[in-house]
């Protein structure tokens, strides 16, 4: 049994071990694949494992052997399915694995926002607080979320998760999601429609998969029912936002600052606006990468290669 893992690096940059996938077959770990690389590398496989290394439909009409792709995140947007059904090529995901890292991730972007630690730990370090006059000083304004509304756009596993940390820092919390079952038992709680979402919020924050209905979601019309004073995060799909639009929000004072884990292009283009627009966090998509979460990736994905081998796969999004 041939497996390939294409882009390993990104899962395990060398701090977890491949040694269980090992176990399961003849195992080739390439750190990353180049498209144009992917049928070579995967001639004569069967079991293919693939993080963000597109697999087009063409891909499986040149590769006879191929009976399993395992995508190595929760997002399998990169692998054509309809293509994998009528090749008979099982396809999975691994959908559970981020949801405490990503929450995590979510405000501490929106700490950063509140309280600028980076700038004022590097204002000490350049000097200004020996040379104060007095016994403390602050840069810019510096927000308490307590008593504020976190507004959360998609109310999934991590909506959930950010609802419960904001709830926990005294926020209140309006929820705009399709499925409304099973409310959570927050004290503060309100099931909304995105308009009054946006138009309530102190905090967005995003959490919707990038589906053509939600892609632009936020845009220079829906940025004008949010608050001047609010801010907004986005660690799902840079697809949700529209970067021209936000930026000129956040240049002309029209949003307070934004936190974005995700851009609409990866890596960004040298061009887009919001890498020099005011107020704007941006880190390069981190929010899954704790070794925790991708500790429990591997494993998950792992299970998922034993669980088709013993004919009863699980996690399929295709085949």
Not at 22 to 48: A, F, Q
Not at 124 to 145: A, I, K, Y
Not at 258 to 268: A, H, Q, R, Y
Request: proline share 5%.
């Amino acid at each position: 049994m041939k497996i390939v893992v294409l882009d390993g690096k990104m899962l395990n940059p060398g701090d977890l071990s491949w040694e269980e996938l090992e176990r399961l077959g003849e195992l080739t770990v390439y750190e990353r694949t180049p498209v144009d690389r992917v049928v070579e590398r995967s001639v004569g496989v069967e079991i293919l494992l693939t993080n963000k290394t597109p697999i087009s439909a063409e891909v499986f009409s040149r590769l006879p052997d191929l009976r399993y792709i395992g995508v190595l995140a929760t997002g399998y947007n990169i692998v054509d399915v309809e293509a994998a059904a009528r090749h008979g090529v099982t396809v999975t995901n691994v959908p559970t694995y981020g949801t405490h890292s990503v929450a995590q991730m979510v405000f501490a972007l929106l700490l950063e926002l509140c309280h600028h630690v980076g700038a004022h730990s590097e204002a000490v370090r350049q000097g200004e607080w020996s040379r104060s006059v007095d016994f403390c000083f602050w840069n810019f304004p510096l927000v308490e979320l307590a008593g504020k509304t976190m507004g959360i756009i998609g109310f999934g596993r991590i909506g959930r998760q950010v609802g419960n940390i904001a709830s926990a820092l005294g926020m209140r919390i309006l929820a705009a999601d399709t499925n409304r079952e099973n409310p959570p038992e927050l004290e503060d709680f309100s099931w909304v429609e995105i308009p009054e979402l946006l138009a309530e919020s102190d905090v967005v924050s995003l959490h919707c998969p990038l589906f053509p209905e939600t892609e632009g979601l936020i845009n220079r019309e829906n940025i004008e029912r949010m608050k001047r004073s609010a801010f907004l995060i986005n660690t799902s799909r840079g697809g949700l936002v529209v970067d021209a639009d936000l930026a000129d929000a956040l240049n002309n004072g029209r949003v307070a600052g934004t936190g974005l884990d995700v851009l609409s292009t990866e890596p960004p283009e040298s061009e887009n606006p919001l890498l020099t627009a005011k107020n704007c966090l941006i880190t390069p998509h981190i929010s899954w990468a704790t070794k925790e979460a991708r500790a429990r990736l591997m494993a998950t994905a792992i299970k998922n290669v034993e669980a088709f081998l013993s004919g009863k796969p699980v996690n399929v999004v295709s085949g």
